[in-house]
């Protein structure tokens, strides 16, 4: 199926794009209008832009019904400061209550059950039971247009952070189970990373792998090892036998390279598909 945007109706466009482009980290923003009236809503339009400075980016869209603006982005106008708020899976359903359309004035820490935390930076209060809050300033609010749907870019920039001692391992870092965070996929659908959700990856920043295109032919062109199983393999700085090894097509061969493969046995996986 192929779709051109400009087809579609806002709404189905919507629908194809937030279940496409998930999961995606939920900002829970606190913020206040000018006469100190506080607002608490999450927004699926967020992530992280910099380190140096320290830049968060998120962005309350139009309504694509009416074309009206949120509160949120009422209030950074007024206000050009915010706290982002991570959200764990304990506090997840509190987060849902907040996003109900409130008449303006209305906090919604009070009607979804959250503590108010005075922040030390900025006005807006963070959330005390989030495992890791941001007070932030508002360096800029970018329109990306005046439609129904419209994104308007908020570009935070960190001021201090709390992070809750339960969500640190041993050395003092974020530890992804503790954090148990909650992401959002398209729809009514979520994603929690915890458990079998989570696994690491070699990070190749600081090495070079040999590549698909050096690969031994008889291992590139396998019919059982996949493209993943493939990488793992081409992800090493040199292959870890001796210059003159020869290798084989043989399936038992390969079906054995991908039982070390599925052990993090990469070493072993190549002395399999060795003759």
Sequence with gaps: MMIHPADLPVPKLQAYLQSAVAPRPIAFVSS?????????????????????????????????????????????????EVTINIVSYSIVEQVSLASC????????????????????KVKPP?????????????????????????????????????????????NEMIDPYKLDAVTRMGGAWYCRANGNNLFKLPQPATKLGIGFDQLPPEIRHSKLLTGSELAILAGVEKIPLAPEAKFTADESAHRAAQVYLAQGKVEEAWRALSI
């Excluded at 009607?111 to 005075?118: E, Y």
Aim: glycine fraction near 6%; hydrophobic fraction near 40%.
């Design 32 to 80: 206040v209008d000018a006469q100190g009236n506080v607002n608490l809503s999450p927004f699926s339009f967020f992530n992280m832009f910099s380190m140096n400075p320290p830049i968060l980016v998120f962005s309350p869209s139009r309504r694509v019904r009416d074309n009206t603006t949120k509160h949120t982005l009422q209030n950074v106008l007024e206000v050009p």
């Design 101 to 120: 359309e409130y008449a303006k004035g209305i906090n919604e820490f009070t009607k979804a059950g959250f503590t108010a935390q005075p922040s030390q």
């Design 126 to 170: 963070f959330v005390a039971e989030s495992p890791v809050s941001f007070e932030c300033k508002v360096n800029q609010v970018l329109p990306l247009g005046e439609a129904g749907g419209a994104g308007n870019l908020v570009i935070c920039e960190v001021l201090l952070m709390h992070i809750q001692d339960s969500v640190l391992d041993e």
